[in-house]
């Protein structure tokens, strides 16, 4: 039986001038097309009035999650994608 675990991601955007809701709802449709459960979003202040989108979410460990890494750093106006904390909860 498969276990479950938290993955943080930080999205960081292109400029501080990008509308993070975009972001975000994107995020949103794409975690839920890939099966994540309790899903998380908040916003971070990092600099200079930059802000990252941070996503939270349970995922089954059985699965890559190198897949999700690369389709959230492909959203539009996403300049950066880093996994920030892997754990198993299950």
Known sequence: MAGI???KFRLMPSSPDINLEEIKT?????LEEKNAMKI????EPVAF???SVNLFFQYDEE?????IEEALGNI???QSCEITDLRKLA
Do not use: D, P
């Not at 994107?26 to 794409?30: F, G, N, Q």
């Not at 998380?40 to 916003?43: A, G, H, L, M």
């Open 5 to 7: 675990v938290g993955i």
């Open 76 to 78: 539009e106006n996403v």
């Open 49 to 51: 009035g930059l802000k």
């Open 26 to 30: 994107k995020a949103k449709i794409l």
């Open 40 to 43: 998380e979003i908040t916003e």
């Open 63 to 67: 699965k890559e999650t190198s897949e």
